[in-house]
C-alpha cells in the first residue's frame, strides 16, 4: 500500500489533477482536469491516459524544426528535432564606406547588427569632373580650357569655367529696335551704325529666318550720305527728301551769230540737240572768215557779198559785173519768201527757190533763204521788190 501511495504522490508531483487521501481513502480532485474518476483505480487509468498524451506531444515536438546552425545567430541555441543546436551565423556591426577606385563588398552569409552607411559627396557633380570622365554614372563637364567671362553670359545665367561659378552680366535686348543714338557714319565707302552690346534674340524679318533687326531714321541717314533737296529731280523723294532740281525736256538748238545757253541747275529729261550742218564746211566759208572753227577755203573769182536794205514794194537794182551760177538772198523777215520777193533779171521773173531757216533758243529767229536757179550773166540787171513788211534787210551772196 504505500508502494502505490508513493507511486500517486509522485505522479501528482509531475501531472493534474492534484489526487490526496484523507483517513476515509482516495479522493480524486477533477476540479480542473475534467476527470470523473472518484476511486484509485479510475485515477491511475485516467492519469495514465493523459501521460500517454503528453508523450505523444512530446514526441511530436522532438519532430518539429529544420533549421540549423548556419541559419542561426552565433550565440543563441535552439531545439531542433530533439537536438539542441548553436547558431553559427555571424553578426556585423554598424560600419562606413568611403567610395574608391576598387569596389568594397559587404560579405553575405552574416546578420547585420548595425546599418551600412556608404558615403556621399556633395562635390560629386559633373561640373567637378573633366568632361569626357564619368563617375559613379556622373558624366564630367569640367574643362580648363573654358575662357568666358561674366560679360559672354547672358545676364541671370550661371555657368561653370574651369571649376568656378560665373554669373553672367551680358543684358538681353529686343529682336528689334532702333541703332544706338540713331547714328551713323561713312567709312571705306560703306555705312556703318552702331548697336548696344547684348544679346539679340531670334526672330523673322525681311523674309528672314532666325534673324534680329535694327534700323536708321531717314533723316538720319540722308544726312550720313549728304542727300540735300539741291540733289535731287523735281517730283522726286528720297529718304524724305522732295527733289529741287528742276527738270527741261527735249530741246534743239540752231547756231547763230550769238551764244544760246543751256542753263546749269536743271536735270535733261530730253536729248538737247544743237543742231548741225552739212554746208558747215570749209568750201561753202570764204577764205579767211571762220564758223565755229571751220576755217573757210572759198576763192571763186565770182563770190561777192551786197547788203542792203529795201522798203516794202520798192525796188534795189544791181548790175552783175561778172558771171554768177549761183545766188543766194538772206532775209531777216520770214515772210519774204521766193513769191513774195519778185526777183527779175533783166525784167523777167528769175527761176527761184526759197525756205526758212529759226534759230536761237526753241528757233524763235527765223530767216528767210531764196536761192535763184539759174546763171547771171555779166551785165545782167539785177531787181529785187519784196510785197509787204516793213524795212527789211538782206544779203546778197553770188
Known amino acids: 500500500m504505500k508502494k502505490v501511495l508513493s507511486i500517486i504522490v509522485s505522479l501528482m508531483l509531475i501531472v493534474s489533477p492534484v489526487y490526496a487521501l484523507d483517513s476515509e481513502g482516495v479522493i480524486y480532485d477533477n476540479s480542473t482536469s475534467g476527470s470523473s474518476a472518484t476511486n484509485v483505480n479510475d485515477a491511475l487509468n485516467d492519469l495514465y491516459s493523459k501521460l500517454n498524451e503528453k508523450q505523444t506531444e512530446i514526441n511530436n515536438i522532438k519532430n518539429i524544426g529544420n533549421a540549423t546552425s548556419d541559419k542561426i545567430l552565433s550565440g543563441y541555441t535552439a531545439y531542433v528535432k530533439g537536438n539542441t543546436i548553436t547558431g ?41 569632373i573633366a568632361k569626357g570622365k564619368s563617375i559613379f554614372g556622373i558624366s564630367g563637364t569640367y574643362t580648363s580650357d573654358a575662357n568666358a567671362v561674366a560679360g559672354n553670359i547672358l545676364s541671370g545665367k550661371t555657368a561653370y569655367v574651369n571649376g568656378s561659378k560665373i554669373t553672367g552680366s551680358m543684358p538681353s535686348r529686343s529682336a528689334d529696335g532702333n541703332v544706338a543714338q540713331d547714328k551713323a557714319w561713312l567709312y571705306s565707302n560703306r555705312v556703318y551704325f552702331g548697336v548696344e552690346t547684348g544679346y539679340y534674340p531670334s526672330a523673322n524679318y525681311g523674309g528672314m529666318t532666325g534673324v534680329s533687326e535694327r534700323y536708321i531714321t531717314y533723316e538720319s541717314l540722308a544726312k550720313i550720305i549728304g542727300l540735300t533737296a539741291d540733289k535731287l529731280i523735281t517730283g522726286n523723294t528720297i529718304l524724305g527728301i522732295t527733289g529741287s532740281i528742276p527738270s527741261k525736256g527735249a530741246a534743239t538748238y540752231t547756231p547763230g551769230t550769238s551764244n ?3 542753263a546749269s541747275g536743271q536735270y535733261l529729261s530730253g536729248a538737247q540737240t544743237i543742231k548741225g550742218d552739212a554746208n558747215l564746211v570749209a568750201g561753202n566759208i570764204v577764205k579767211g572768215k571762220t564758223i565755229f572753227g571751220v576755217t573757210g577755203t572759198y576763192t571763186s573769182s565770182d563770190d561777192y557779198l551786197i547788203m542792203f536794205s529795201v522798203a516794202q514794194n520798192s525796188t534795189f537794182w544791181w ?38 531757216v529759226s534759230i536761237g533758243d526753241s528757233g524763235t529767229k527765223q530767216f528767210g533763204v531764196i536761192y535763184v536757179n539759174q546763171t547771171i550773166a555779166s551785165g545782167d540787171k539785177v531787181s529785187f521788190t519784196p510785197k509787204g513788211g516793213s524795212l527789211t534787210h538782206y544779203a546778197l551772196f553770188g
Open 88 to 128: 553559427s551565423i555571424p553578426s556585423k556591426g554598424a560600419t562606413t564606406y568611403t567610395p574608391g577606385t576598387s569596389n568594397q563588398t559587404i560579405a553575405s552569409g552574416q546578420y547585420l547588427s548595425g546599418a551600412q552607411t556608404i558615403k556621399g559627396d556633395s562635390n560629386l557633380v559633373a561640373s567637378n
Open 260 to 262: 544760246q545757253t543751256i
Open 319 to 356: 548790175t552783175a559785173t561778172k558771171t554768177i551760177t549761183k545766188l543766194i538772198i538772206v532775209t531777216n523777215d520770214a515772210r519774204t519768201n521766193g513769191d513774195n520777193a519778185r526777183i527779175k533779171i533783166n525784167g523777167i521773173l528769175a527761176n527761184v527757190s526759197s525756205t526758212i
